[in-house]
Structure formats: C-alpha cells, structure tokens
C-alpha cells in the first residue's frame, strides 16, 4: 500500500511534535507500507514570515513573497527527515523543485497543474520515507510559487492523485469534522464519513479543517481523504463521494461570522443593472454571496448582497467611486451578521428540510434577513448575537448530537 500523510502546522511546531510525527510515519513504514509525507510549515512560521516581509516593504512583490514563504516548509521537511533518521529510518526531504510540482504561473494563489513522480517513486522503492514540502510549487518560469493558504492540503492530494495512493491522510489537531463546532454546541457529533459536496459546502461556511480546493481536486480525481487528529487514534471523518442509503439528512450545521451585509439602495430597475453591479466586484476579485433582489418600485430597485469581512473595505470603495455609473441612492451595510447552514446530501430527496429549519429559529424568536438555498444546503443570515444560538436550536431541531 502506498499512504500519503499530510500533517499540518500544529503538528509540526515544536521539535517534540516532529518526534510524535516520525513514531506515526514510522509504525506504518515498519508494517511494509510504502509512505509520501507532506508537511506545513512549523506553527505560526507563515505568519511570521508574511510579517517579515512587510517588516521591510510595505507590499513586497509577490515573486519574492513565494521566495520567501516556501522556506518554511523546507524547515519542516528537513527536520522531519532527520528525525525519521533519529529513528534508524530512511528517509529523504524534497522540496517542489526536487520532486517537480509544476503548478500555473499566479504567485501566492498558484494551482497545481502535475506532478512528475519519478523521484519520488525511485525513493519509494529504495524504501525511503519521502516528505515533501507542501504549499509550494514551480511554474512555467522556474520559479517558486505557493498556493494560498493552508495549501499544503492540495499538495497532499495532487500528490496522492499522482501516485495513485491507496489513502489520503490529512493530520490536524482535531479528531475529524463535527456536525457543528463543538465549541459552540456541547454535543456536536463526529462525523464519519461525508461526501466532498457536503464538505465543500461546510468548509466555505467557516469550517477550515479542510482547504476548499483540496476537497475539489479531491472529488475531480476521486482521491478518498481521511481527516483525523495527530494527536490520538481516533478514527477521523472519512470524505469521498457517499452513497451509503442510510444518510443522515442533515450532515452538519455551519456558522459564518465573517459575512457583511451590503444594500444598494435606489438602482435603475431596467436591464442590466445587476450585471453592472456583481460585473464590477467579479473584475475586482471580491467574492459575492447571498443575493437578494426585491421587487423594483416607482422605477427603482434595491438589490442586497453579503462580502466577507476582510473584502468589505474594498467593495464600498468600489461602490463609492461608480455610483455616478451605477447610478444608485444610497447604500447601507450591516456588519454585524451572521450566515447559517444546513448542509446534507439528504435533503435533496426530503422535503420538509427547510420547513424544520425555519419553525427551529422560530422558536426561539431568531430573525431571519435574507434566505438562500441550494440542492444540498440552506443558508441565512441572522443577527450575529444570534448566531451561536441558532446553531444550537437547529443542532437540536435535526437531532445532530444523537448517533
Ligand atoms: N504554511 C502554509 C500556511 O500557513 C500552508 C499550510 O499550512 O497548509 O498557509
Ligand atoms: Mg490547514
């Protein structure tokens, strides 16, 4: 059997958990498995590196930005190999030159295009443990690249798609995915397996266990993922593309803090207002979400949408400067709400869902601003004092915490 394992920053950060790190890869190594580590940098490394570097210049150039930031994950790589070695194990570091991960040209946010497995492979079968650098990549230029953060996990896929690996293995410091973060509802339960739309759905929703784009390449080459904790033997949470009867009909419930609400208020009610509008903030990078278009009145219309809260900025920037193009009013924002979900594959062949979803919140008095759907998941935005509770009510309404 050939196993990926990709363990993350927290489980790199101190020479200790390196050791920890090694006794894991070394006990399937020792059953005869073949095995292709790929490690984040150490703790909070990224994060001071992005620090250094603006310690120096206020916006350091991306090319030398990725100079820069690949460096962490080479200290891990390296570190872990010596301490494989420590143990009386073969083992042999690469970073994304040595192995060739050939990724787009875009600095900071590449993609990984291929990975050429022949030194890796001649590695494996002189039975070394090979750890790779995650998060980096090389481009059409020769140059180094990284791809955004929290990438390290879209190495370990496109790797384990490349190899053919029989397993996937993301480590992490929790046990796997909850049906709702447990920190805010006592009983969440792990889930055991779920399928990469639920998951793509509930990582965009604020849960970060998972990068989005590693659970996409993941679906495209049918890569099964095991998310589980480096710090115990838990099980995890099993992602791939279910198909077990017994479903649950909601697999989680999400809760966004960062969403920000925007309304722009007295836009023209003819055609073409609203491509002009989401045209204008697509050109410039900003991420739009719940949609909202009322009723035009008197020949005017109001449309509301919601940003993430570090793109707020920039988006009523926009605004200001095409409000002559645009031609609307006024706007008004809120940025004290919150987005909640329910995502489950079960819903697409139950109706009702959303009937128990609303009454749930209702119940408790929560108000609802704006609704939004789709096959697998049903989002709303609410106060942001109201959040936490939501999500306890319809944990509870769906009966989550019950196995
Ligand atoms: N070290 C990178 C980051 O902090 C990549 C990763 O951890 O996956 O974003
Ligand atoms: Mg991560």
Redesign the pocket.
Known sequence: MLIVKKF??TSVETPEKIRDVAVRCAEDYRHGEDVVVVV??MGS???DLIALAHSVQENPSKREMDML?AT??QISAALLAMALDAQGIRAVSLNAFQTMVHTTNSYGNARVQKIDTERIMHEVEDRRIVIVT??QGVNRYGDLT????????ATAVALAAALNADSCEIYTDVDGIYTADPAICADARLIREISYDEMLDLASLGKTVL?NRAVEMAKKYGVTLVVRSALNRHEGTIVREVTDVERMLISGVALDRSADRISVIGLQDEPGVAFRLFNMFAKAGINIDLIIQAVGHDGLKDITFTVSDHEMEAAMDLLSRNQKRLKYKSVSTDRDVAKLSIVGAGMMSNSGVAARFFEALYNEGININMITTSEIRITVLVADEDGEHAVRAVHDAFQLGKE
């Not at 990284?146 to 996990?153: A, C, E, P, Q, W």
């Open positions: 993350g920053g984040s940098a490394t990224t994060d930031l962490g994950e995650g998060f990284t791809l955004g953060r929290g990438g390290s996990d990068h």
